[in-house]
C-alpha cells in the first residue's frame, strides 16, 4: 500500500495470523551471523574515526596564513565552516548508526550469543549516553505492545483529555486552542528533536501516560522495571557514569569547546535522529492506535510504515532502520541485513497492511507534527486529530472519497 491521498490504513481487522506471515518468510532470513554483524558495527566506529581525523585538520588548513592570503579571509572562514557543517552531519550519521547497532544488540538480532550482544551493545549506547539495559527494557514492552494505547511504552498519544479539550468543543474552538504561529510551531519542533529522546530517559516524557509522576529509565524502582531488573539498570548506570567521566576529562585535557565540536554536536544530531526516525515511524494521521478488546499482535505490528529516509545515507549509515521498519515491528530479532529481502515476502503476506511512503521525511515531519494533536477519549480505534479537530478521514469524507 502506497502513502498517498488515496491509500489508508485498513478499517477491517486483518485475517491472517502471525504464524502464517513467519512460515512465508523464508528460514534463511531469520539467521544471526556474528562476523558479519561485527563488520557492520566495525564500519560505524571506522567512519567515527576517519571523520575524526579529518576534522582534526579543519582548522590548522583554514587558518594558515598562506591559505587565508590566497583564499581571503571570507572565502577561507566560508570554507572552513562549511568542513565544520559537513563533519557534523556525517559524524551524526555514523554516530546514530552506532546506536542503531546497539538497537539492534537489544533485541538479539546481531548474533545468537546473547553476552556478545549486551556486551557490544552497551559499550555502543553507553559512548552515547543511552543506558542500555533499562532502554532494552522499555523498548522490548514497547514492541510486544505497540500501538496500545493502555500498554505502549513511546509515542503514547495525548487524548482530548489530556489537552483539556471539551467533549463538545466546535472545531473553531479546537483551533483556537491549538493554534500557533508558525515559527512557534518550528521552535516547538526544533525543541523536540534536540531534547526528546533525553526527556523520555529522564521524565517518560510521550511515554505510557498511566505511570506516575518521575517515571524514568535510571532509577532502579521505576514502574518500569521490575524487582530482577535491579543490577542491568545500574549497570546501565554505571555505563553512562563512566561515559561522563571520560567526556569530562576530555574537556579538562583538550578544553570544553573542542569536546563540544567534535563529539557534542554529533551527539546531539544522534538525538534528532532518533527521535525523527521513531517520532515517524508511530506519528501519522494514517496508522491508527488500539484499545484493549480491538488490539492484537498482528494490528500493533502492521501499526507502524516505511519511510525512505535520508535516501543512500539512510541506508549505508542508518543499517535500513527506518527503509524496512514494519518487518523489524513483526520480527525484532530478525537482523537488519535481511530487512529487504524479507520485506518483499512481508509485504505479499500482509497485502493492504503494509504501508509505505516516499514523502520526504523533513517535509513529513513537518506536516505530522502540525497535525497529529490527540485522538478521541473513547472508541476502540482511534486516529490522530489536527487543530481543526477532524482525522484524516473526515477529510477524505469531505472530499467525497471512500476508503
Not at 19 to 30: C, T
Not at 179 to 186: F, H, K
Not at 305 to 315: A, E, P, S, T, V
Request: charged share 20%.
Amino acid at each position: 500500500m502506497v502513502y498517498n491521498n488515496k491509500f489508508r490504513y485498513p478499517a477491517e481487522p486483518p485475517t491472517w495470523t502471525f504464524k502464517e506471515v513467519k512460515d512465508r518468510i523464508p528460514a534463511r532470513l531469520f539467521e544471526r551471523h556474528t562476523f558479519k554483524s561485527i563488520v557492520y558495527a566495525a564500519r560505524s566506529l571506522v567512519l567515527s574515526a576517519v571523520f575524526f581525523y579529518l576534522a582534526l585538520r579543519i582548522d590548522p588548513l583554514f587558518k594558515n596564513a598562506s591559505v587565508r592570503y590566497h583564499l581571503g579571509f571570507a572565502t577561507a572562514e566560508t570554507l572552513r565552516y562549511s568542513c565544520w557543517l559537513l563533519y557534523w552531519w556525517f559524524q551524526g550519521l555514523a554516530f546514530t548508526g552506532s546506536w542503531v547497532m546497539g538497537h539492534e544488540c537489544g533485541h538479539g538480532a546481531f548474533s545468537a550469543n546473547k553476552l556478545i550482544c549486551d556486551g557490544i551493545g552497551w559499550v555502543l549506547h553507553s559512548l552515547l549516553l543511552t543506558p542500555y539495559f533499562s532502554w532494552c527494557v522499555s523498548h522490548h514492552r514497547h514492541h510486544t505492545n505497540h500501538a496500545s494505547m493502555e500498554k505502549d511504552e513511546a509515542y503514547v498519544p495525548k487524548t482530548r483529555t489530556d489537552l483539556g479539550i471539551p467533549a463538545d468543543a466546535s472545531d473553531s474552538a479546537i483551533k483556537e486552542m491549538l493554534e500557533d504561529t508558525p515559527i512557534y510551531t518550528l521552535f516547538m519542533l526544533v525543541r523536540q528533536q534536540i531534547f526528546a529522546f533525553d526527556a523520555y530517559l529522564f521524565y517518560n516524557v510521550s511515554g505510557q501516560m498511566r505511570y506516575p509522576k518521575w517515571t524514568n529509565h535510571f532509577t532502579p524502582n521505576s514502574v518500569i522495571f521490575s524487582d530482577f531488573h535491579f543490577w542491568r539498570v545500574m549497570a546501565s548506570n554505571f555505563g553512562v557514569l563512566a561515559a561522563l567521566s571520560l567526556i569530562w576529562y576530555s574537556s579538562m585535557v583538550y578544553g570544553f569547546m573542542n569536546v563540544v565540536k567534535y563529539y557534542g554536536i554529533p551527539w546531539m544530531q544522534v538525538n534528532h535522529w532518533i527521535v525523527m526516525i521513531t517520532y515517524l515511524h508511530h506519528t501519522d494521521p494514517i496508522l491508527p492506535h488500539f484499545r484493549s478488546g480491538t488490539w492484537n499482535y498482528q494490528r500493533g505490528a502492521t501499526a507502524t510504515i516505511d519511510r525512505d529516509f535520508l535516501g543512500w545515507q539512510g541506508r549505508f549509515f542508518l543499517y535500513d532502520v527506518a527503509h524496512y521498519h514494519v518487518v523489524h515491528h513483526f520480527f525484532p530479532r530478525m537482523p537488519w541485513y535481511h530487512g529487504e529481502e524479507a520485506t518483499k515476502y512481508l509485504r505479499e503476506a500482509i497485502g493492504p497492511y503494509y504501508l509505505r511512503t516516499s514523502k520526504p521525511v523533513f517535509q513529513t515531519l513537518w506536516d505530522n507534527y502540525n497535525f497529529c494533536q490527540f485522538v478521541d477519549d473513547e472508541g476502540d480505534v482511534v486516529y490522530y486529530r489536527n487543530k481543526e479537530g477532524k482525522t484524516i478521514h473526515e477529510y477524505d469524507r469531505d472530499a467525497g472519497r471512500v476508503d
